[in-house]
């Protein structure tokens, strides 16, 4: 297949003779499908890998010329009685987009024929992304996709096929994307982990979470139950499990939020996990936020390390904002406590300066700013 920028030029003389120009062999590109009749035209033609619209595109470009042009004075009984010859602009046009159509479905044909290879490219991904969003119809996007039934879980490991599942399951609706999760689930368990883990199937994975509903991602989400806590601390499996306790079932958030609390200790101590704990008191239910946010606060050091840490800090931002009463003294407390090393930090001084102008100046000889 020739690249997608490949092109050349029909060059169009006054009779009606083409001349071919550019170093591609005419064998992998397209004809003009007619002879036309304009005054020394250069018609870009594309070829199979090129955007479906520069055909119509260069008829655009075309017309307002053979509006302006003129039959030369010295050829106008050449023409005279041969109405055949001279197409009027508007069946011109017309031909054109006619021909743009046809090259179109010929090229969506060609792509989808290729597609599981063209995946796995560097550059053919790209044009089986472009074929995604220009396809004008569901139909049109899941013949695209049908030589990777079966390669699901090669897809989403692949460093470049993943953006093909990621591309189509945004321009799809749930219910096309269910042969990917169906494929995905056979992995079990520990598929499930994998994937999350991986440097480029958690991207899939968040899109599932992202566009497919929650009943349909179950399965994959269950495979994670067992590891929240190790994901958390993952820095990809962080990413999924953020996306879990944002698009997930309230009961699947809810068994997250349990497994994270016992281990606050050894979470807090990780940059990535307190990503997941920011995502938990932002998206849990009351009841579990409340447990989260009292956990955090009786773990021993727990806040003063998070607030030491360019994401632990926004946790404990987040924290603070919750909790009130005897939880948010305990945690001024802390913060207190180690004035002196966050004073130095430049996260602890975001952390500090919060609790200046909106918990009580209960720290003192706050210096400096974020």
């Not at 920028?5 to 397209?30: N, V």
């Not at 011109?92 to 995946?119: F, G, N, T, V, Y």
């Amino acid at each position: 297949l020739v690249s997608w920028h490949s092109f050349f030029f029909l060059q169009i003389s006054t009779r009606g003779s083409m001349a071919w120009s550019g170093s591609i062999p005419m064998s992998c590109a397209y004809p003009c499908p007619m002879p036309l009749i304009a005054q020394n035209f250069v018609i870009p033609v594309v070829t199979p890998m090129a955007p479906p619209i520069a055909l119509a595109a260069a008829a655009a470009e075309v017309m307002p010329r053979l509006s302006a042009a003129q039959i030369p004075a010295g050829d106008s009984d050449s023409y005279a009685g041969d109405a055949s010859v001279v197409p009027s602009q508007q069946a011109l046009m017309q031909r054109l987009q006619h021909d743009a159509a046809a090259l179109e479905q010929d090229r969506a044909a060609l792509i989808a024929k290729s597609a599981w290879k063209l995946s796995r490219d560097h550059d053919g991904c790209r044009v089986v992304q472009q074929a995604l969003e220009e396809a004008d119809s569901d139909e049109a996007r899941s013949a695209l996709v049908e030589t990777l039934r079966g390669h699901v879980w090669e897809a989403a490991l692949c460093p470049h096929a993943n953006h093909v599942l990621q591309k189509y399951i945004v321009t799809m609706k749930p219910a096309a994307c269910q042969f990917m999760v169906d494929e995905l689930a056979q992995r079990g368990p520990a598929g499930s982990s994998k994937l999350a883990r991986h440097k480029y199937g958690y991207r899939v994975f968040q899109r599932l979470l992202e566009h497919l509903l929650p009943q349909q991602t179950e399965q994959l989400v269950e495979g994670l139950m067992t590891e929240c806590v190790t994901l958390s601390m993952h820095r990809f499996g962080t990413y999924v499990m953020q996306h879990v306790l944002e698009y997930c079932s309230d009961a699947q958030r809810e068994r997250v939020i349990a497994a994270l609390i016992p281990q606050i200790a050894k979470l807090s101590m990780n940059n990535d996990a307190c990503m997941v704990l920011d995502a938990a008191l932002a998206k849990g239910d009351s009841e579990s936020q409340d447990l989260l946010a009292q956990a955090i606060v009786e773990s021993d050091g727990a806040i003063g390390a998070m607030a030491h840490t360019r994401r632990g800090h926004v946790a404990v931002l987040s924290l603070l904002e919750l909790i009130g009463g005897d939880l948010l003294e305990a945690a001024k407390r802390q913060l207190a406590e180690q004035g002196g090393s966050l004073r130095k930090n430049r996260f602890g001084r975001i952390v500090l300066n919060f609790v200046q102008l909106h918990c009580g100046d209960i720290v003192v000889g706050v210096v400096g700013g974020a």
